[in-house]
Nanobody
Framework: VQLQASGGGLVQAGGSLRLSCKASRTILSTFVGNDWGWYRQAPGKQRELVASIVSNGKINYQDSVKGRFTISRDNARKTVYLQMNNLKPEDTAVYYC???????????WGQGTQVTVSG
């Protein structure tokens, strides 16, 4: 599976961005059966899971993004989205998507997308 994240950029605090992550080189049934998550890694910090969506649609968020971020998936397009509203400078990071299995990421990391929030 190849993972390609896009949609990042430079935005002022309070602004919005919508990230997309397409999973290529995988068959549809594999994508549908996976749980998917968005991760982020800020400079000098460990990569962390900020949002996940289970194959049955159940969603979980890290407390710091609850009420501001929305994760969704389009199985037909094999794409996962992250709508980010009311962005804060502490959201600045490189964002990645990956499948989530047993509480950890599953595939090799693909290209992330840089999100920079100016305050």
């Amino acid at each position: 599976v190849q993972l390609q994240a896009s949609g990042g950029g430079l935005v002022q605090a309070g602004g919005s961005l919508r990230l997309s992550c397409k999973a290529s080189r995988t068959i549809l049934s594999t994508f549908v059966g996976n749980d998917w998550g968005w991760y982020r890694q800020a400079p000098g910090k460990q990569r962390e899971l900020v949002a996940s969506i289970v194959s049955n649609g159940k969603i979980n968020y890290q407390d710091s993004v609850k009420g501001r971020f929305t994760i969704s998936r389009d199985n037909a397009r094999k794409t996962v989205y992250l709508q980010m509203n009311n962005l804060k400078p502490e959201d600045t990071a490189v964002y990645y998507c990956n499948a989530v299995r047993d509480g950890s990421y599953y595939y090799n990391w693909g290209q992330g997308t840089q999100v920079t929030v100016s305050g």
